[in-house]
């Protein structure tokens, strides 16, 4: 059974910056994507920002040019770097690896921005 476990989530204030990790607990053959997505107070789960075995990454509008994703040297690692952050940015943040048409996820890390 693979797990996922995020960390680096907190408390910061508005304009701030914070880094999020993701880690596997064992290594996962043929990742296709690996990715954030976020769930805000009364919201649904959305995607945030998502890298591909190629490098290629995506992100929502609503992080462009705040947020970037990357891929860990270690294999089965993503991070998620933080800046500018804003109240609406509160969420759990979950991160999630795609492979071979399995979606495993992390049990998510909690951001809470204050204005």
Same mark, same amino acid.
């Given at each position: *059974?693979?797990?996922?476990? #995020? ?5 910061? *204030?508005? @304009? #701030?910056?914070? /880094? ?6 064992? %290594?996962?053959?043929?990742? +296709?994507?690996? &990715?954030?997505? /976020?769930?805000?107070?009364?919201? *649904?789960? #959305?995607?945030?920002? %998502?890298?591909? +075995? &190629? @490098?290629?990454? +995506? ?19 993503? =991070? ?7 109240? #609406?940015?509160?969420?759990?943040? =979950? ?7 399995? +979606? =495993?996820? &992390?049990? @998510? ?7």
């Amino acid at each position: *059974q693979v797990q996922l476990v #995020e960390s680096g989530g907190g408390l910061v *204030q508005a @304009g #701030e910056s914070l /880094r999020l990790s993701c880690a596997a607990s064992r %290594s996962i053959l043929s990742i +296709n994507v690996m &990715g954030w997505y /976020r769930q805000g107070p009364g919201k *649904q789960r #959305e995607l945030v920002a %998502s890298i591909t +075995n &190629g @490098g290629s990454t +995506n992100y929502a509008d609503f992080v462009k040019g705040r947020f970037t994703i990357s891929r860990g040297n270690a294999k089965n690692t993503v =991070y998620l770097r933080m800046t500018s952050l804003k109240p #609406e940015d509160t969420a759990v943040y =979950y991160c999630y690896i795609r492979s071979g048409g399995v +979606n =495993y996820w &992390g049990k @998510g890390t909690l951001v809470t921005v204050s204005s």
